[in-house]
């Protein structure tokens, strides 16, 4: 849900800012999202594209916007015309009028004018910044207008030379967030926290998968807000599923649940995890997990601060979990052998964070060149190790495995069907860090507390 909560001079800064770095000569063409059919005549929840709203702050589909430094209108919008009968039926639109007054446009055209006001802004410029490649519809219409500039080359116009990728540029911006957009960020934070608190509130023995989905999905519409990624809610075995998102069975007395849900403010994400026992107390062996997992996180999380690289919170987390599991005596031999062979990935095959902004795994390069990105103060990123042991406990040895040699070791069945990942959105400060999550329980002691006060 796009609520408008970042002013219109935010996205007047952004675009100055790169017409500056795009340079004269060029201009950067960007769609909206299309609408997208879900069955018969009824389409998916309308979600614009990130990118085309980082620079509008335009909620409808079929518009373009155009960027043109060093002209007289530097920002041009095609737009849907207002239309009384379909707005009737089907919501209100800006029209070019409205583009115009509202939205910081230059000068807004309608879409139905775009294949003949189009091709003459391509004229005479050196570059075209647009994402290419990822919308075969908007290259097919882009080589188009591109024709029929060259058609003209005859009565002296000159074509565009280069296509860029725009998303260099624009990427780069999107990944340092603006104090706006923090402070949006740190309200779908404390909403998807408070979401999983009310989770852990109203779950017990026989409640369903969804019904926990249902506290959390209540929980982000009340506050205007709406889901960043279909919410994961898995008990017991389900729990071991890393992108499990049926959320269809039932809750029982003696498993971990675990729930990876964020919400959409406004455009902005929030990714939290929390795993907790159905029954609201830690058996042994789910403690001795969790604890470890947690201290992991914890250790991760002391890495986010200017300076660290991207990869330095994974490295920790790697190094904290196997030293933990070589304690409790399911991994066997040296750490630092366990470390080199990787011997944490049968237990914990995924990655420890990524970007998080507009798009859940937001944009944003991991590393320049060769080497890691550094941490800088603006950059968001998830913190998010885990450990899955499935039903049947058979876990693959990492080492032998990528020898081409398959050789299970089976652990006990009370170390079955436990899958704990906890996950938090971490923000690089000016010097270290602040976890925008925080109001999400993690503690043992927190959560039994905070169950103990179940309705
Ligand atoms: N919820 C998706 C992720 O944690 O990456
Ligand atoms: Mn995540
Ligand atoms: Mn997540």
């Not at 980082?54 to 207002?82: D, K, S």
């Not at 009310?198 to 249902?214: S, V």
């Amino acid at each position: 849900m796009f609520a408008r909560a970042i002013p219109a001079a935010v996205f007047a800064r952004r675009r100055r800012a790169l017409l500056a770095r795009m340079g004269p000569g060029s201009i950067a063409l960007l769609p909206a999202a299309s609408e997208t059919p879900r069955n018969r005549d009824v389409h998916h929840p309308f979600r614009q594209d990130s990118d085309f709203y980082y620079l509008t702050g335009f909620p409808e589909p079929e518009a373009i916007a155009v960027l043109a430094p060093g002209g007289e209108h530097e920002f041009l919008l095609f737009c849907r015309e207002r239309d009384p009968h379909m707005e009737i039926w089907h919501g209100r639109r800006a029209g070019p009028k409205g583009a115009m007054e509202r939205y910081g446009v230059d000068n807004a055209h309608p879409i139905a004018e775009i294949d003949k006001l189009l091709p003459p802004l391509l004229e005479n410029r050196e570059r075209v910044f647009y994402a290419i490649g990822y919308n075969p519809e908007f290259d097919r219409r882009m080589m188009g207008w591109l024709n029929q500039v060259r058609g003209k080359t005859r009565t002296g116009v000159r074509a565009p030379a280069l296509f860029v990728a725009l998303e260099h540029l624009l990427h780069a911006m999107r990944l340092r967030k603006e104090p706006e957009e923090i402070a949006v960020m740190r309200e779908s934070a404390r909403i998807a926290a408070e979401a999983h608190q009310r989770a852990m509130r109203a779950c017990r023995p026989g409640r369903m998968e969804y019904e926990l989905e249902a506290e959390i999905l209540y929980t982000f519409i009340r506050h205007g807000a709406g889901w960043a990624y279909p919410s994961i809610v898995g008990g017991g075995d389900n729990s071991c599923i890393l992108h499990y998102t049926e959320n269809n069975a039932p809750l029982r007395d003696g498993d971990i649940v675990l729930i990876d849900a964020g919400a959409e403010l406004d455009g902005y994400a929030s990714d939290i995890t929390r795993s907790f026992p159905v029954n609201g107390r830690f058996s042994g062996e789910q403690r001795a997990i969790y604890e470890l997992v947690l201290a992991a996180q914890k250790a991760a999380i002391d890495q986010v601060r200017p300076g660290r690289h991207f990869n330095e919170p994974h490295d920790a987390a790697v190094r904290t979990l196997t030293e933990g599991l070589a304690a409790l005596g399911l991994l066997q031999g040296d750490v630092e052998e366990l470390i080199k062979a990787e011997q944490h990935k049968p237990f914990y095959m995924h990655r420890t964070g990524h970007w998080l902004g507009m798009d859940v795994h937001d944009v944003g390069d991991y590393k320049t060149g060769e080497d890691w990105r550094i941490f800088e103060p603006g950059m968001v990123t998830t913190i998010e190790p885990g450990l899955y042991i499935p039903a049947g406990g058979k876990i693959l040895d990492a080492h032998w495995a990528r020898l081409g040699v398959h050789l299970e070791t089976e652990l006990d069945e009370r170390w079955q069907r436990i899958g704990i990942r906890i996950e938090d959105d971490v923000l690089v400060t000016d010097d270290g860090h602040e976890i925008l999550t925080a109001a999400a329980p993690k503690e043992v002691d927190e959560i039994e507390a905070l169950m103990r006060e179940r309705r």
